[in-house]
């Protein structure tokens, strides 16, 4: 029993704000080899990251409803600090190997919170109560994906419409997210499906609760209008992360977990401070991969084009403005970027405080660059398949960290 | 060619199935353990990855079953438990060197059909649990089921067809001199592309994406999972297993005894297989279905054409 469990498998539930700590634990897994996996049904340990079990009764049924859906036996954990994760997983895998249903707390920066986990953990920890209503409840909250918008009773009844080709189908309204496998963290999108055709699309607002702290990948070009020193390679290196952490779920979403896998593995070594000397030979061969892979250009191309046009229109400024383009063309630039940033990321020169444009767009603007990223959402995902629809959301990856962000006055935003 | 064995071969080939499975898995998880460095860790650690998917075979069992609300138990059940018996059935007209279990006269046709119980399999266990991914997950293999069953039928024909019969040891016997794999090789690239997809495997695993969080198995959970991945596994292995007897020649080869080249072959095909997923992102369903009908299919009539013009001038 403990030997079966000595390697458990990882269901992450990550909320907006915490990349930082998603990042620490999702380099620590990769260190232990411990799989992430997509859904409840094949995990062991729940890990929370950042503050979703803590937020009000909606996202309480985030995680509560994620727990009920994990098979016993099983352990979660918390982490809100990215210090104290090698802390929390070891105390979650004791926790599994004992067989008890504890959860580790990484607490320390949100000590008001602690008390309110605590609490929670006591009504779910005692074992019978957890067993008698598992069969009773565990019902649809089952998957990570599409019940956790308070949905108690299921999906609901399907109900028809015509869909493209004239006939009369069933129509599934299914909520995607906030937690689901390499999918934008406390992203919500209401669909409505006819068989696997994303026929409505509705972003529905980040339900996180406003963060002072600037959002991870823009932090060095906030820090440098904030008057801060920050050098042209601190921007760079987190700009070639942030690249390649888009990229990896890129290249997971459209089934390559090997390249995934590697990507997210150059991701960690960039943000642990690799020199240029290093990156550049690691991200070479990832780059030229990726680029001469035919299948992959068969796979992307065509998905959700967005013309250069159509993107100033919304306001979008990043990656997908220059793209100019569809899926692939999106993934293109990322790869470039990442080319030119790696090489960068030993400058010492201070960055020039005028442009500031992080890894989504320009940082200057009265409304944050992923707000763009979601406002041109459902217009690229209506009338495509579902698994087209997930190739085109990693293709954008809007930064939801950038939408908690409220800065304090004066310091961001120029046109304010 | 191709004789019957005793009694007990019955219940030694589900066996010799599961270990070459797990051998396969095990292999499959040390190439993707390797994956993130671009190179394989220590000795010690490729050991502890290569016995991983036993280990989580016994973690499945020991885990408590879940069940999702209003979901269709016996539906998901009978989904998940038909696919590895799909597998068993199919490889019992499989030979080992020139045995098999049972040589069938219609042996093609019995390998066809049972492995065609798969698309049973996927769309109940999608189906069952009431749960819209695993839903989209058995949708899926349907749609993959149209794409590559056409193809996949004309190319197994192309070799009944190069022997004259549909008999397995006989398809062995008339590739004495020369391997099926050399004059027909579309048939048997389409034979290999077909036996993934069957498998929904490699490039074709989009029924079990992970976009879809596992797809048509998303919500299975203790035994049932293990039968339905392990399933899966089983029909890798046979539908790899079953491209020698078709393809390469079966038994025959030099010095080595018959049931050796068997094992040898397969493992090269295998070792393929699991190679090809590594390389290749998952094809989308809307994409292939339109590379089998217009492409693959007419290529497969033209290949089965030239074979039988041979067959009918010899």
């Given at each position: 029993m403990r030997a079966a469990v000595s390697r458990p498998s990882v269901l992450l539930a990550v909320s907006p704000g915490a990349t930082r700590q998603r990042l620490a634990v999702e380099a620590e897994l990769a260190r232990r080899g411990w799989p992430c996996v997509s859904g409840p049904a094949e995990a062991d340990l729940l890990v929370v990251v950042g503050d979703l079990g803590s937020e009000g009764e909606e996202s309480d049924g985030v995680v509560a409803g994620l727990w009920r859906g994990i098979p016993a036996p099983k352990a979660r954990v918390w982490i809100t600090d990215p210090e104290r994760v090698v802390d929390a997983l070891d105390g979650g895998l004791a926790d599994l190997q004992r067989g008890e249903h504890e959860s580790h707390h990484a607490h320390d920066e949100h000590e008001e919170h602690h008390e309110h986990h605590e609490h929670q953990q006591n009504g779910d920890t005692d074992p019978r109560a957890d067993h008698s209503g598992h069969d009773m409840h565990s019902g649809h909250h089952g998957h990570a994906g599409h019940d956790?918008?308070?949905?108690?009773?299921?999906?609901?009844?399907?109900?028809?419409?015509?869909d493209r080709d004239g006939l009369r189908l069933d129509v599934l309204h299914v909520p995607l997210g906030p937690?689901?496998?390499?999918?934008?963290?406390?992203?919500?999108?209401?669909?409505?499906?006819?068989?696997?055709?994303?026929?409505?699309?509705?972003?529905?607002?980040?339900?996180?609760?406003?963060?002072?702290?600037?959002?991870?990948?823009?932090?060095?070009?906030?820090?440098?209008?904030?008057?801060?020193?920050?050098?042209?390679?601190?921007?760079?290196?987190?700009?070639?992360?942030?690249?390649?952490?888009?990229?990896?779920?890129?290249?997971?979403?459209?089934?390559?977990?090997?390249?995934?896998?590697?990507?997210?593995?150059?991701?960690?070594?960039?943000?642990?401070?690799?020199a240029a000397a290093e990156l550049t030979p690691l991200v070479r061969p990832l780059i030229r991969r990726a680029q001469r892979s035919r299948t992959l250009r068969w796979l992307t191309t065509g998905l959700g084009t967005l013309p250069a046009e159509q993107a100033r229109q919304r306001g979008v400024t990043g990656p997908a403005l220059v793209a100019d383009g569809d899926a692939y063309s999106r993934m293109l630039v990322w790869l470039d970027a990442v080319g030119r940033s790696a090489a960068a990321c030993?400058?010492?020169?201070?960055?020039?405080?005028?442009?500031?444009?992080?890894?989504?767009?320009?940082?200057?603007?009265?409304?944050?660059?992923?707000?763009?990223?979601?406002?041109?959402?459902?217009?690229?995902l209506e009338g495509t398949e579902f698994a087209c629809a997930r190739v085109i959301v990693a293709s954008l990856d809007p930064d939801l960290d950038e939408l908690t962000h409220v800065p304090a006055p004066g310091t961001v935003h120029s046109h304010g | 060619m191709g004789e019957r064995t005793s009694l007990w071969a019955v219940l030694v080939l589900p066996a010799l199935l599961v270990g070459v499975a797990l051998v396969t898995a095990g292999f499959d998880a040390v190439l993707a353990a390797g994956a993130r460095r671009g190179r394989p860790g220590s000795l010690r650690e490729t050991v502890?990855?290569?016995?991983?998917?036993?280990?989580?075979?016994?973690?499945?069992?020991?885990?408590?079953?879940?069940?999702?609300?209003?979901?269709?138990?016996?539906?998901?059940?009978?989904?998940?438990?038909l696919l590895p018996v799909a597998a068993?059935?199919?490889?019992?007209?499989?030979?080992?060197?020139?045995?098999?279990?049972?040589?069938?006269?219609?042996?093609?046709?019995?390998?066809?059909?049972?492995?065609?119980?798969?698309?049973?399999?996927?769309?109940?266990?999608?189906?069952?649990?009431?749960?819209?991914?695993?839903?989209?997950?058995?949708?899926?293999?349907?749609?993959?089921?149209?794409?590559?069953?056409?193809?996949?039928?004309?190319?197994?024909?192309?070799?009944?067809?190069?022997?004259?019969?549909?008999?397995?040891?006989e398809v062995v016997g008339a590739q004495a001199g020369?391997?099926?794999?050399?004059?027909?090789?579309?048939?048997?690239?389409?034979?290999?592309?077909?036996?993934?997809?069957?498998?929904?495997?490699?490039?074709?695993?989009?029924?079990?994406?992970?976009?879809?969080?596992?797809?048509?198995g998303?919500?299975?959970?203790?035994?049932?999972?293990?039968?339905?991945?392990?399933?899966?596994?089983?029909?890798?292995?046979?539908?790899?297993?079953f491209s020698v007897p078709l393809f390469l020649g079966g038994g025959h080869g030099p010095l080595l005894p018959g049931w050796a080249w068997t094992v040898l072959k397969t493992a090269a095909v295998l070792a393929f297989l699991v190679g090809v997923r590594r390389a290749i992102p998952t094809v989308r369903m809307e994409r292939y279905l339109e590379l089998a009908w217009v492409v693959l299919t007419p290529l497969a009539i033209v290949q089965a054409l030239v074979v039988a013009v041979v067959v009918l001038n010899r």
């Open positions: 956790m918008g308070g949905l108690v009773e299921g999906l609901p009844m399907a109900d028809r419409a015509d937690v689901l496998a390499d999918w934008p963290a406390g992203l919500i999108l209401r669909l409505a499906l006819q068989g696997d055709v994303v026929q409505e699309v509705t972003v529905e607002p980040v339900a996180a609760p406003p963060s002072p702290r600037p959002p991870f990948w823009d932090e060095p070009w906030l820090r440098a209008t904030a008057g801060e020193h920050v050098s042209r390679g601190d921007a760079a290196r987190r700009l070639c992360a942030a690249h390649l952490d888009s990229l990896g779920r890129f290249f997971a979403v459209t089934g390559w977990d090997d390249m995934a896998a590697r990507t997210r593995y150059v991701r960690d070594r960039a943000l642990a401070g690799a030993d400058a010492a020169e201070a960055l020039d405080a005028a442009e500031i444009v992080g890894p989504r767009g320009r940082l200057d603007t009265p409304v944050p660059p992923s707000r763009a990223l979601l406002d041109s959402l459902p217009r690229l | 502890a990855r290569a016995v991983e998917p036993g280990r989580q075979v016994l973690r499945h069992l020991v885990q408590q079953p879940r069940r999702t609300r209003a979901s269709d138990l016996p539906l998901a059940r009978i989904g998940a438990g068993v059935l199919a490889a019992v007209v499989l030979p080992l060197g020139f045995r098999s279990v049972s040589d069938l006269p219609e042996g093609i046709v019995w390998f066809n059909a049972m492995e065609a119980l798969a698309w049973a399999a996927v769309w109940l266990a999608g189906w069952g649990p009431n749960s819209t991914l695993s839903l989209i997950g058995g949708y899926r293999f349907l749609a993959q089921g149209l794409a590559y069953e056409l193809p996949h039928m004309l190319a197994i024909t192309t070799a009944a067809l190069g022997a004259e019969s549909l008999r397995v040891g020369l391997w099926f794999a050399v004059w027909m090789p579309v048939a048997f690239g389409i034979y290999l592309l077909s036996a993934m997809a069957m498998a929904f495997w490699g490039p074709f695993d989009q029924p079990a994406g992970r976009d879809v969080a596992g797809g048509a998303a919500e299975l959970s203790g035994a049932d999972r293990v039968l339905f991945l392990g399933g899966r596994w089983l029909l890798l292995v046979v539908a790899a297993a």
